[in-house]
């Protein structure tokens, strides 16, 4: 069945540094990809989304690259922050019906 | 004033004993969304409405209930809780003009049953 799942479930930077946060996914019907970050103790918020004819998109420090022919979707984070500290998910949809969420990464920031 | 609210935030309860999530919202979206979250297995879908008519299985419907009461109401039920319930839950609203279905999720609420 179709299911998207993480490479890495931890990932630790330096602040400062880039962070690339990974997703694999198997519907190749799904027109949209989204990632989303989630703090502690809140809901996940909306970070950025792509439709499937694209393959890169840029938003304020970040930019999500979607890679179709291996099914591969990258969160790039630059110069993080402390306040990117978080669980990211990647989902995917199709149709507007509904999402479809990956387990997540937490991301780690060091001092 | 948050778009999406859910009450309560954190509950305790007994096995066998019914409760109810409620989730209200502010932001005219006719889309609305009830999830299950658990440490390590993301967020899965247990039901959601496309109106107030429209009520959908999702893939945990097992066990839970849903009512659409008003567009910006929808609540969840436990009709006999169990311990693997034990869950963090959140509602989450979508423009049925978006094509891609950005969600906008309340708050959460922590459900313990014992």
């Known amino acids: 069945g179709e299911s998207v799942g993480l490479h890495l479930p931890t990932l630790s930077v330096q602040e400062g540094d880039n962070s690339i946060i990974n997703c694999a996914y198997s519907n190749s019907a799904s027109d949209y990809f989204i990632w989303y970050k989630q703090e502690s103790g809140k809901g996940p918020q909306f970070i950025i989304d792509?439709?499937?004819?694209?393959d890169k998109r840029q938003g304020q420090r970040v930019t999500v690259l979607l890679n179709k022919t291996v099914k591969h979707l990258s969160l790039q984070i630059a110069a993080t922050q402390p306040g990117d500290s978080a669980v990211y998910f990647c989902?995917?949809?199709?149709?507007?019906?509904?999402?479809?969420f990956g387990q997540g990464t937490r991301l780690t920031i060091n001092p | 004033d948050a778009d999406v609210t859910q009450t309560p935030r954190n509950r305790i309860t007994k096995t066998g004993k019914r409760i109810m999530l409620e989730c209200s919202q502010t932001?005219?979206?006719?889309?609305m969304y009830w999830y299950r979250q658990d440490p390590g297995l993301g967020l899965r879908l247990i039901y959601y409405s496309f109106d107030v008519k429209d009520i959908n299985k999702g893939e945990i419907s097992d066990g839970y209930s849903v009512s659409r009461q008003a567009q910006a109401k929808f609540s969840l039920s436990l009709e006999s809780a169990i311990p693997n319930q034990t869950a963090l839950y959140f509602c989450?609203?979508?423009?049925?003009?978006?094509?891609?279905?950005?969600?906008?999720f309340g708050p959460g609420t922590r459900l313990t049953v014992t």
């Open positions: 989450a609203t979508s423009d049925f003009r978006d094509r891609a279905n950005e969600q906008y």
């Open positions: 932001k005219g979206h006719d889309r």
């Open positions: 792509i439709r499937s004819n694209m």
């Open positions: 989902a995917e949809t199709w149709g507007a019906q509904k999402l479809v």
